[in-house]
């Protein structure tokens, strides 16, 4: 059986025993039916300076607060060089969900959901507090997940809903490049040598199903946007990023 992968909030240090939380728990000695002896890998994403994973032994399985003993830490190479933050127009749910779970795979560093002009109202109600916080768990487990299936150990941040002209003009220093995806009058997404060297932190935009209106996009290039094609289709609001990131992670990330 395959090893489980989890996330653990908690610190994690070799030879120390560990309490896990209760849905852990269940998960492992319910879900999984797991019995005490079994071996784990837990990583604990953004408390670890060094990207990497802990083995772990499942010492007492219990339902409610199963203990595991920390075994050694392993660096592992799979973040990406890059920092990205990927801010996307709200969509459908079950469209938004799943373009969380694959900018993750992809190796994002946050996401940012953004409300726009042509954003469809169904997507961007104003939530109740108790319901946004709740959407925003949804979306935070989605994440989780996606780092326990793709082998990352840095969870990305999961930012507030935001409209997007606040989100435009709040603070964006230190970021190298800052691209708006845009099917029209936009020059091709790719990079010569110096922005391959230099680039490591940037600011992705993508539209919704509607697209972005012009006054957005003259305001984003008023931000020092650029506008980006990604080729001669126009592709779907959820495409379109996946194939940005994609570019990014060749060109200047993961197989630099
Ligand atoms: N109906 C809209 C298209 C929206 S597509 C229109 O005609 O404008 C949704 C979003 O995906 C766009 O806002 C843009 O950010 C991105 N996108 C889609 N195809 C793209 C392409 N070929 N190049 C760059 N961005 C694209």
Redesign the pocket.
Known sequence: MRIPRLYCKQVLSPKSRIVLDKETSHYLCTVLRLKANRDLVLFNGELSDTTGEYQARLVEANKKAAVVEIGEFTKTGTESTLDIELACCLIKNDRFDWLLQKATELGVTSISPIISEFTDVKHSVKLSKERLEKKILHWQQIVVSACEQSGRTRVPIVNVPTALIDWLTGDMNRVDEKYV???YN?VPFSFNDKQKAETKKIILL???????SEEEIAIAHGQQFTS????P?????ET?PLTALSILQYQLGDFT
């Open positions: 995806l845009h099917p936009a993508v539209g919704p199903e509607g697209g972005l980006v094609s990604v080729g289709r126009i592709l779907r609001a379109a």
